[in-house]
């Protein structure tokens, strides 16, 4: 059984950072990781999507966001820089784990960013 929770969600100002956490219960090792937002009442947007040697982001986010993971804490991070108040969503990471197919989501954090 893989669990994934998520942390660091918050409320900054414009032009703030946070740091969101993403870590993986178990033994089995992170493989894929892709973090989304949604915001209530819209689609849920991929934001970035990592494989243990390369990453790829969204438009919106490239250049601000950097994802980053921790093998040995079977964690995956984004950092978010330069915030501004239409990021405001909760980000959901999903994981999949060497040797299964399935998707392992998180809980979601809400982050908001003020004017």
């Known amino acids: 059984q893989v669990q994934v929770v998520e942390s660091g969600g918050g409320s900054v100002q414009a032009g703030g950072s946070l740091r969101l956490s993403c870590t993986a219960s178990?033994?089995?090792?992170?493989?894929?990781v892709t973090w989304y937002r949604q915001v209530p009442g819209k689609q849920r947007e991929l934001v970035a999507i990592s494989s243990s040697s390369s990453s790829n982001y969204a438009d919106f986010v490239k250049g601000r966001f950097t994802m980053s993971r921790d093998n040995d804490k079977n964690a995956a991070y984004l950092q978010m820089n330069s915030l501004r108040p239409e990021d405001t969503a909760v980000y959901y990471c999903?994981?999949?784990?060497?040797?299964?197919?399935?998707?392992?989501w998180g809980q979601g954090t809400q982050v908001t960013v003020s004017a």
């Open positions: 999903a994981v999949t784990v060497v040797g299964r197919a399935a998707d392992y």
């Open positions: 178990g033994s089995a090792r992170i493989n894929w």
